[in-house]
């Protein structure tokens, strides 16, 4: 790294990359669990599991706006210096950093199938579901303020994740081009060719 740079992360990746994992392995946990028919039977259990998704996607979808607008309020624009971290490397070291959470959630979705089918592998395709919704709001921020909003990897937890940690003081802002992420953290769509 040059001298004074700071490494960088995309906020909104950070956000966006336990997404998918918590999305398929509950949605995984939730088909299992609904083969078994549990204590309460597969309809109490899929009802049960519907409503947690719900509450599980709006909370996940919510929890900490205000914190991060607050942050992305006085955002200063990254130094010439400040080293931007791909996308590919943000998601591989936040799945990485949660990996046996990611493990135990799952098998303990399938253990939960045989009291209440298919419930907390909802919840957890719930919690999916509202790290997109998150991302996405993000994504319509940056693009509202035309910059992308960057965190250093250094204030993050030591897992990779926690964009919006107590330890996360301010967040860092670029053009809407810079990096290989669009705005919401997704993979930048490569340009058609003529």
Request: net charge positive; hydrophobic share 55%; aromatic share 8%.
């Amino acid at each position: 790294m040059a001298r004074g740079g700071q490494g960088l992360a995309r906020v909104a990746v950070v956000v966006r990359a336990g997404a998918a994992p918590l999305w398929w392995l509950g949605v995984l946990a939730a088909g299992i669990g609904a083969l078994v028919p549990g204590l309460t039977g597969r309809r109490i259990g899929v009802l049960a599991g519907v409503a947690l998704f719900i509450v599980a996607t709006a909370v996940v979808a919510s929890v900490r706006r205000k914190r991060y607008a607050a942050l992305a309020g006085p955002a200063v624009r990254a130094g010439k210096h400040d080293v931007l971290q791909d996308r590919a490397v943000t998601v591989r070291n936040w799945r990485r950093g949660h990996r046996w959470w990611l493990l135990l959630a799952f098998l303990a979705a399938l253990g939960s199938a045989f009291a209440v089918p298919a419930a907390a592998g909802l919840l957890m395709a719930g919690c999916g579901a509202g790290l997109w919704l998150k991302s996405a709001w993000i994504g319509r921020r940056e693009q509202a303020d035309d910059a992308l909003l960057w965190v250093r990897v250094d204030w993050l937890a030591r897992n990779a994740g926690r964009p919006a940690g107590t330890a996360v003081r301010a967040y860092r802002s670029t053009g809407i081009a810079a990096g290989d992420a669009a705005p919401g953290g997704a993979r930048r769509k490569k340009a058609a060719l003529v």
